[in-house]
């Protein structure tokens, strides 16, 4: 999928489609660095050797890869990392229904996209390894969502939206993200009974559900795999600033 964007300017890429391939992204420095299971570490010796092919002087670089690559980039490179972070990359080919909990899932519509605009730029304040973004910029990336009825939220009994998610699709996979409880709402099932229901939704249209978690966040990884989802791999991310 990372070649959809190739033709943008501003991404580069670099490998040899087989065993490794590093995407970097120009606009807003990040690269993600994918590699094939069973890691030839000889391979990637001779990229980071180079590495002023890759990393630019004097630019804080955000890197996305797998824990064995981040143990041999720390070792290559002998560079102060930081920001390090870990997430689950989790899949779900079977459901458990939660216990259930008052209130109904709902497709998002217009009338709701002020309350989830909101709810997603607190979310991107509380998450780990995740950048704030603007309340402007979570109110157009909502109105786009809710365009393409990619939003779903679950409502109490009062019909308040508590919880909030969507997805996207790529080939026959689809990601879910932006799972986020209001503070006052929390600890009462809201959450796992959005994610059922949009995970149910997700495999009716026959994708794959897929999601990231923070790995170190234990009640949204137990969220998750008490209703079907399990740990399938994680990722590390962290910033490295090239002297």
């Not at 689950?88 to 309350?115: M, R, V």
């Not at 409880?181 to 059922?196: D, G």
């Not at 009640?219 to 991310?237: A, D, H």
């Amino acid at each position: 999928g990372i070649f959809d964007n190739a033709t943008n300017e501003n991404i580069e890429l670099y490998g040899d489609e087989e065993s490794y391939i590093i995407c970097i992204n120009n606009d807003n420095n990040q690269i993600w660095i994918w590699t094939k299971n069973k890691l030839d570490k000889k391979i990637m010796l001779e990229i980071i050797t180079n590495k002023q092919t890759i990393f630019k002087s004097n630019i804080q670089y955000k890197i996305i890869c797998k824990k064995e690559l981040y143990e041999i980039l720390k070792e290559q490179l002998q560079a102060k990392f930081e920001n390090y972070f870990e997430q689950n990359f989790l899949i779900c080919n079977k459901l458990y229904k939660p216990t259930s909990c008052l209130g109904y899932f709902d497709t998002a519509t217009n009338a709701d996209k002020e309350i989830i605009a909101k709810y997603w730029y607190n979310a991107h304040l509380e998450m780990n390894g995740v950048i704030p973004i603007s309340l402007q910029t979570s109110k157009k990336i909502t109105e786009e969502l809710i365009k393409n009825n990619s939003v779903y939220v679950w409502k109490n009994e009062n019909n308040k939206i508590v919880s909030i998610g969507f997805y996207i699709t790529k080939n026959n996979q689809a990601k879910i993200m932006g799972i986020y409880t209001h503070p006052e709402e929390r600890k009462n099932n809201y959450a796992k009974n959005l994610v059922y229901n949009l995970t149910n939704l997700i495999l009716k249209k026959e994708y794959i559900p897929t999601l990231y978690t923070d790995r170190n966040y234990f009640p949204s990884n137990k969220i998750y795999t008490s209703i079907g989802f399990i740990i399938s791999g994680n990722l590390i991310s962290f910033t490295y600033l090239n002297k």
